[in-house]
């Protein structure tokens, strides 16, 4: 789907009526009310950090690191074979 033209969005602005200035003015009665108050902000306090079991989190990792190792072993052992048949 299109975007809408930079004209028809110039057009829409155009056509929307502004606000009257004196609705802008703040009146006696809005600058004779008292502001509310308001709390101080609280001390920021430091973080609670909490203590990670990575064993528990990452209890799949290990398994597939050893998939790779023996993988990566076989695939070593080939080569050191292969070389050796080539030659």
């Keep these: 789907m299109a975007k809408k033209s930079r004209r028809a969005r110039k057009r829409r602005r155009q056509a929307r009526p502004k ?3 004196a609705a802008r003015t703040p ?3 809005a600058a004779a009310a ?3 108050s ?3 902000p609280k001390k920021p306090t ?3 950090y909490r203590t990670v079991d990575f064993s528990k989190e990452y209890y799949y990792v290990i398994s597939d690191l050893k998939r790779i190792g023996i993988l990566a072993a076989a695939i070593m052992g080939l080569l050191v074979v ?3 048949i080539i030659r």
């Design 19 to 21: 606000a009257p200035t």
């Design 27 to 29: 009146t006696a009665k």
């Design 34 to 36: 008292p502001m509310p």
């Design 38 to 40: 308001v709390p101080a």
């Design 46 to 48: 430091a973080p609670r």
């Design 82 to 84: 292969l070389s050796f």
